[in-house]
């Protein structure tokens, strides 16, 4: 009885630790979005050449404000690719050792995926990541990795968790038809532009 007791206790705390884990993760994600602001404010990405055609220090941007900012981007992609594999590894460990329900899962809102679409796909390109994953025009996104309508700001969010997952599979929820589609999407380099072949807006933005 008394085993029962303490391995049920052991139980408790890994659980704990891992919403703990994600509860770093969901912080990391938002200081990131931040900075990638930043980036934004300044009309650059993580790639983009700080320097003009001369040689010569940008003299459109804050250049030392971009550099931090993605020094401080690829820190924490570091960090949050760390806790990831954490999660990963706790929840694995949760569900083989019988600690925890599918429905208890910690990661398994995107099983109800609730709230109107955060963006609507209006173009893919053939032999994209996103046609392979099976993305389609007219699919509206409803989460795409962590993003949801809960925590949507803006597109950005979702090319951090693209840029942030590159050769990584990303769970992506959508509505195709009234009815709900879960796709997995690996963000990568590839003979076209971007590193999903598609192109996204907002709701709104869509012709009606």
């Known amino acids: 009885m008394d085993v029962n007791m303490e391995s049920a206790n052991a139980t408790n705390v890994s659980r704990d630790a891992v919403l703990k884990i994600m509860d770093q993760k969901d912080k990391i994600e938002k200081e990131i979005a931040a900075l990638m602001e930043v980036l934004a404010s300044n009309r650059v990405g993580l790639y983009d050449s700080l320097v003009d055609e001369e040689g010569y220090p940008r003299q459109d ?78 699919d509206k996104i409803i989460e795409f990795g962590s993003v949801k309508g809960s925590n949507f700001q803006s597109l950005l969010n979702i090319s951090f968790v693209a840029e942030s997952c590159i050769n990584r599979s990303v769970p992506v929820v959508v509505l195709r038809d009234k009815r709900v589609v879960r796709l997995s999407i690996i963000p990568k380099p590839w003979m076209g532009p971007g590193l999903l072949g598609c192109n996204i807006v907002l709701p709104e933005n869509v012709d009606r």
């Open 61 to 138: 941007i804050d250049v030392y404000q971009v550099r931090h900012a993605r020094h401080r981007i690829i820190c924490l992609q570091n960090d949050h690719k760390a806790l990831m594999k954490e999660i990963e590894n706790g929840l694995y460990a949760l569900h083989s050792g019988g600690g925890l329900n599918q429905s208890d899962d910690p990661m398994d809102e995107s099983s109800k995926p609730s709230g109107d679409p955060i963006a609507v796909v209006n173009k893919v390109t053939p032999g994209s990541p996103a046609s392979i994953a099976g993305l389609e025009v007219h």
